[in-house]
């Protein structure tokens, strides 16, 4: 496999990237300078560097702005803490939390679950979440589900509720998905403010 195919691999894992724009992105670095490319990857060595993850919902923050294990949301005593959201990644965490419809704290699940699959352990942070759940026992009240209006995004959806019921129902928590404000197949990093807000002011 030469440079060119193996950089393409690497292209096919980024989110929504098919072979073709993969392919294209190759090229692209191709037709730059050397100054460009000595710089793109600097700055990706520098990411890893700078960015830590939340010990709390699993949040990537600026090591820079904040000191602490925890993010800004998980920190800030403002915050509601009596509910939790749960959704699939950073992007949708952001969308959210920018629109302003939702002031409790987060849990980033790392993913969502193929209808069809068996090491589901390995692919979300379903054991961390039920650690997180479990901490949080003596002030939750409501667990929100936030996933994609999907057949991936449903599964997800029946299987995480299926996963913790066993302990938020003896402790009176609610779980609640993500009303009809959102269109089928509707990606939550994509949605708009109002789209959010009735989401959120639907679910059930």
Partial sequence: MDIIEKLTEIFKEFPG??????KRFV???MSRNPEYTSNL??????LKKEISQCKECFKFFLIKTN???????????????????IVEKDS???????????DGKYFILGG???????????RIRINELIERIKKDSTI??????AFSLSPQGNHTDFYVRNQIINITEPLGIKI??????????????????????NAFKNRQ
């Fill in 41 to 46: 990857s600097s700055l990706i060595k520098e």
């Fill in 176 to 197: 609640s998905s993500l009303g009809r404000g959102l269109s089928t197949g509707t990606e939550l990093e994509y949605s708009d403010n109002d789209t959010l807000k």
């Fill in 17 to 22: 990237i098919g072979e073709r724009q993969a």
């Fill in 27 to 29: 090229y692209f670095l």
């Fill in 92 to 102: 949708d965490l952001e969308s959210i939390n920018k629109s302003r419809v939702y």
């Fill in 67 to 85: 000191k602490s294990t925890i993010c800004e949301i998980c920190a800030n005593p403002n915050v509601d803490s009596s509910t939790l959201m």
């Fill in 140 to 145: 939750l009240k409501e667990i929100i589900l």
């Fill in 112 to 122: 969502l679950v193929p209808i069809v699959e068996k090491n589901t352990n390995k």
